[in-house]
């Protein structure tokens, strides 16, 4: 199969917590043409079985394949943690997730020695960072931690907040005690909890958020399978989702960074 280098990037998330990672796409990519679609129908897929997260998952990827897309970015952490094999079996093109990426930026720093990981219910349950941590370096220590209070947290906007300082200091406190170097930020909404967690946490305990790793994974396969868009036409940027609302799109303009234009209706 012959993949047509011109042709746009799919990115899928179960909402709109993945445009973290279109943003870091479009500031290491800035001459790919995107499209997005969120799932917002039926999130959070942090909390559903992995039989389903897997089931969405292959829908989400053929609406996609259905745009003509080069290759797929999976997002979700949770989607992922449960489904990127079996994207990657049922799909003859590119599919990339978060997990890979992410590790591989937790294990670039030898010193690591003991990571914690946040993420939601799924993703922790799945084990996906703690066996990629260990099938590289056996002698890390790793501890998942689900942290399903922060996703609603960040749709509030509540980022600031003192009742999240207070939940992220009751989440992160076995982890700390523990002396964890790292911490892995395993999901598509805790980038923007970056400036709280520095605060928080001063230099003593390294922080990976997967939004960056990725969208740099991406730009290394992209050029190593010769799939760069060359066009010299302005890239576009579509957002499709399942469900819309006016709080979908101001919380699309957060995560995202900047204005764009009409949200699609996707229909899966
Ligand atoms: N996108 C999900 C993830 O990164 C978080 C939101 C959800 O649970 O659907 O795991």
Known sequence: MTIDNQAPLGVFDSGVGGLTVVRALREMLPNESIIYLGDTARLPYGSKSP??????????????????????VVAC????????????????????????????????????????IMATAGTIRSCAYQHAIAMQRPDVITEG????????????GWIDHPALELVLREYLKPMLDHGIDTLVLGCTHY???MPVL??????????????????????RMLEAENLL?????????????????????????????????????AVL
Do not use: W
């Not at 931690?145 to 509030?156: G, Q, R, S």
């Not at 001063?202 to 990725?214: E, M, P, Q």
């Open 191 to 193: 980038p923007l909890l």
């Open 77 to 116: 952490n949770t989607a992922t943690a449960h489904a990127l094999p079996h994207l990657q079996k049922t799909f003859r093109m590119p599919v990339i997730g978060v997990v890979e990426p992410g590790v591989e930026a937790t294990l670039a720093d030898t010193a690591t020695q003991r990571v914690g």
């Open 145 to 156: 931690k689900a942290t399903p209070l922060l996703v609603p947290f960040i749709e509030e």
């Open 198 to 219: 520095k605060r928080m946490l001063g230099n003593k305990v390294r922080l990976v958020d997967s939004a960056s790793t990725c969208a740099a994974h991406t730009k």
């Open 51 to 72: 039989d389903t997260i897997r089931r969405f998952a292959v829908e989400d990827t053929q609406f996609l394949v259905d745009h003509h897309v080069k290759a797929v």
């Open 229 to 265: 868009r060359t066009s010299k036409a302005r890239p576009v940027l579509e957002i499709h989702l399942t469900d819309y609302s006016e709080q979908f799109e101001a919380l699309a303009h957060r995560f995202l960074g900047y204005e764009f234009g009409k949200i699609k209706k």
